[in-house]
């Protein structure tokens, strides 16, 4: 397999806290004062041409944060955050949104092709036209607060596809937005989620109307470049009857030594017998080996099976983060709709995750099927949290959860957090965990064969992950197998 | 060549290898017999480099290098394998994916280019099908679920592939039937050469009997207590390691 090969080089070529796009990049922002209070989020909306509905419901939002307080159940521990010690919007400066990617400050153009990811659309169908078979993804760029680059638009708007920043769509497709947002993730549901409603400044949003299969990946990369700003994003992503589309986020940071926010929120929809498919591979700045710096993940993503056979799954392969508090849920309401979540939870040095999933059968045979690979390193704890419910309506619901950890090292934790209710008796839940250890003999093994420690620790791990690695598309499960290994660095020896 | 000279070894303060000394020429096959727990996997583990393991005194050398200071990775780069006596699992690995990766592993070692996928399976395909191993076998993840005669015929076929230097197989006979040691055994005999040495490290002579060894030694409390022609072994077939036992004491 190359790309255990192109893993077992990668880890050659690194130092133990080369976290590799920890680069800044100089670009000149435009900020709101640091604090966050009404003008703030009135400036947002400003910046943002909002009307007026979606500038009372960002108030409404930041209403009721005011009385919330932060939750505090994870298995994570953390200085108090100072939300007044924040920006909340900040934005590379040009003086309107970019209308062409020539528009766009070069600087940011360089920023991402150092990230690998392709904006320029020509550059792109070049490619193409070489390699017929090369998929190609579409992607979305966004830039600590706003939505840079959206390639292949006019191809999509060929098929009907709507792919666009969210804050474009509020104006090009109004009554989509104010039908589906917080349709999913209302505007309370919990405190962090509340405060990206409040002041999210963009993200991406995906449109696919009845029937029709999205002629391509669809991709966003979130870059957060700018000090002491936090990101929050929001995506909202309807897939109408009978349609399907897959998409695929990407995140990386600036090395800092402070803590940056993250807060998002996702919302799928998924109609009748439609499907989405939503892959992550979070690479958030983790901090030092020390556990000096990094991000602050608190993310909200969920997934409403609105639809009779619809289908929603979630991949996601976790391995930045100083903190990580994550669970995508599917709702799922549809009779007949189908919730998968697969991951892959690393963490090492000193980094907090907490993540997991919940699947909420509401419709009758509804089924759900949930793989969890948590791997702990160095000094960090590895938390997975899952609850599956059935609800008394939810005739014949099926759930199977199969949740591995594994463990590198002696200072490291592993836990597994189930919560499991079946409020009508024909439901069946299948619940199945282990907890394993690399042994120094598996290690010894592999090396009397030639392999490094780092080499043998690589493979076993991603033996380890290989079910879920599957679920990935390929690109992306090449680039995760890759950073599986770097994420691991030092963790043996 | 393997020179073992005099070598101590000690495991959790324990003294093992006591004074060890043992010259594997080029070409030669050397067989180790001795009863349980004298030493002899440790005396294997310790020539692959297994961590743990305090050598006090002595020293080893493969080809006039000494191992003392290089990894278990170097060591195999430089040519030594081992067959082991509880070959381990590595679930979800598959063993071709293991297989390719240890050989490119150690050809990089050694500054030579990767093999190429085609030319891999070829040669995969080739060697398994020598020691009778089925093709979905090597899809399987690396021994993993593999009855103990799989395991073995599994380390038979990896060190046909990663063609060592010199060879220690520890009891690569136990758990294996009447016909898969004959194939296995002769899956050795065909490792045999001018280059390569191979120690033996066995109970019974019937696996001798396949692979004829040029030296006999007898192992005992962590040292080699007598060295002699394939007769030796036969000898321990009928009187067993009672007379060590009281020279030893
Ligand atoms: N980690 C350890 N801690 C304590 N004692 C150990 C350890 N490893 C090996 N030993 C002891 O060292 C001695 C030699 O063991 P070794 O496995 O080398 O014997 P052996 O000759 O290979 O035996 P067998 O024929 O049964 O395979 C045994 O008494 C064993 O219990
Ligand atoms: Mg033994």
Redesign the interface.
């Given at each position: 397999?190359?790309a255990?090969?192109e893993t077992?080089d990668k880890v050659k070529t690194l130092d133990v806290d080369a976290y590799k796009y920890g680069f800044t990049t100089d670009i000149e922002s435009d900020k709101a004062p640091k604090g966050l209070n009404e003008d703030i989020v009135r400036f947002i909306s400003a910046k943002k041409n909002e009307p007026e509905w979606l500038t009372d419901w960002r108030l409404d939002a930041f209403r009721r944060w005011q009385t919330m307080a932060e939750p505090k159940w994870a298995r994570v521990h953390y200085p108090p955050i100072d939300y007044q010690d924040l920006y909340y919007y900040s934005a590379p400066k040009t003086a309107e949104g970019p209308k062409s990617l020539d528009e766009v400050d070069p600087e940011l153009l360089r920023t991402y092709e150092k990230l690998g990811i392709p904006l320029r659309e020509q550059e792109i169908l070049a490619g193409v036209q070489a390699d017929p078979n090369a998929r190609r993804v579409a992607v979305d760029a966004v830039f600590d607060s706003v939505s840079v680059a959206t390639t292949f638009k006019a191809e999509l708007a060929k098929a009907g596809v709507i792919f666009c920043p969210i804050s474009e769509a509020v104006r090009t497709h109004p009554e989509l937005v104010k039908k589906y947002l917080g349709s999913v993730v209302p505007v309370t549901d919990n405190y962090f989620a509340t405060l990206n409603s409040a002041v999210y400044s963009d993200g991406s949003f995906v449109y696919v109307p009845p029937g029709v299969r999205c002629p391509m990946e669809l991709s966003t990369y979130f870059r957060i470049n700018e000090r002491n700003t936090g990101q929050f994003e929001r995506t909202l992503i309807i897939a109408d009857k009978g349609s399907y589309v897959s998409y695929l986020e990407g995140c990386t940071a600036p090395q800092r030594d402070e803590n940056q926010l993250h807060a998002a929120v996702v919302e799928l929809i998924a109609l009748d017998d439609a499907e989405i498919k939503y892959s992550t591979v979070q690479n958030w700045y983790p901090g030092d080996s020390q556990g000096k710096g990094g991000i602050y993940n608190f993310v909200t993503k969920r997934g409403d099976c609105r639809g009779d056979r619809s289908k929603i799954s979630w991949t996601q392969v976790e391995t930045g983060s100083a903190i990580t508090w994550k669970y995508p849920s599917c709702i799922l309401r549809g009779d007949s709709s189908r919730g998968e979540f697969y991951s892959i939870a690393i963490s090492n040095g000193y980094q907090q995750v907490d993540s997991g999933t919940k699947m909420l059968h509401l419709g009758a045979n509804t089924s759900s099927r949930v793989i969890s690979k948590g791997i702990s390193a160095g000094h960090s704890q590895n938390t997975y949290r899952g609850q599956i419910s059935a609800h008394r309506k939810a005739r014949n619901a099926r759930n199977f959860t199969n949740c591995d950890s594994l463990l590198i090292g002696n200072s490291c934790g592993a836990h597994t957090v189930p919560y499991i209710e079946a409020k009508n008796s024909s439901a069946v839940f299948e619940h199945e965990a282990t907890t394993s250890k690399i042994?120094?003999?598996?290690l010894?093994?592999?090396?009397?064969?030639?392999?490094?420690?780092e080499?043998a620790t690589a493979?076993?791990v991603?033996?380890?992950?290989?079910?879920v690695l599957q679920q990935l598309p390929m690109e992306f499960a090449v680039e995760a197998q890759k950073l599986i290994a770097i994420s691991l660095e030092g963790s043996v020896g | 060549m393997l020179e073992i000279e005099n070598l101590h070894v000690s495991v959790a303060g324990k003294k093992i290898l006591d004074g060890l000394s043992l010259k594997v020429a080029d070409g030669e096959v050397a067989a180790i017999m001795g009863p349980n727990g004298s030493g002899k996997s440790t005396l294997s583990y310790v020539v692959?480099?297994?961590?743990?393991y305090e050598v006090s005194e002595g020293s080893i050398k493969l080809d006039g290098v000494d191992l003392a200071e290089k990894?278990?990775?170097e060591?195999?780069?430089l040519g030594l394998?081992?067959v082991?006596q509880y070959?381990?699992?590595?679930?979800?690995?598959t063993t071709m994916?293991?297989l390719?990766?240890?050989?490119?592993?150690?050809r990089k070692?050694r500054g030579e280019d990767?093999l190429a996928?085609p030319d891999f399976m070829k040669k995969v395909r080739e060697a398994a099908k020598r020691l009778n191993i089925p093709q979905d076998m090597l899809k399987r993840?690396v021994n993993f679920g593999f009855s103990g005669g799989e395991k073995k015929r599994m380390e038979i076929l990896?060190m046909a592939l990663?063609e060592p230097k010199f060879g220690i197989l520890d009891e690569m006979d136990s758990g294996l039937d009447i016909d898969a040691l004959r194939v296995c055994a002769e899956g050795v005999n065909a490792l045999r050469s001018k280059e390569r040495g191979l120690l033996v490290i066995t109970h019974y002579q019937r696996l001798l009997d396949y692979i004829t060894p040029d030296t006999v030694h007898v192992m005992h409390k962590g040292r080699i207590v007598k060295s002699g022609g394939p007769e030796l072994a036969l000898e321990l077939e009928k009187s067993g390691y009672a007379d060590y036992a009281e020279e030893a004491a």
């Open positions: 397999m190359a255990v090969q077992v042994s120094d003999d598996q010894f093994y592999c090396m009397q064969r030639g392999l490094s420690a080499e493979l076993i991603n033996g380890f992950v290989r079910d | 692959a480099g297994r961590p743990d990894s278990p990775a060591r195999a780069a394998f081992l082991f070959p381990l699992e590595i679930p979800g690995v994916t293991f390719k990766a240890a050989i490119n592993a150690q070692a990767e996928t993840p990896q990663l």
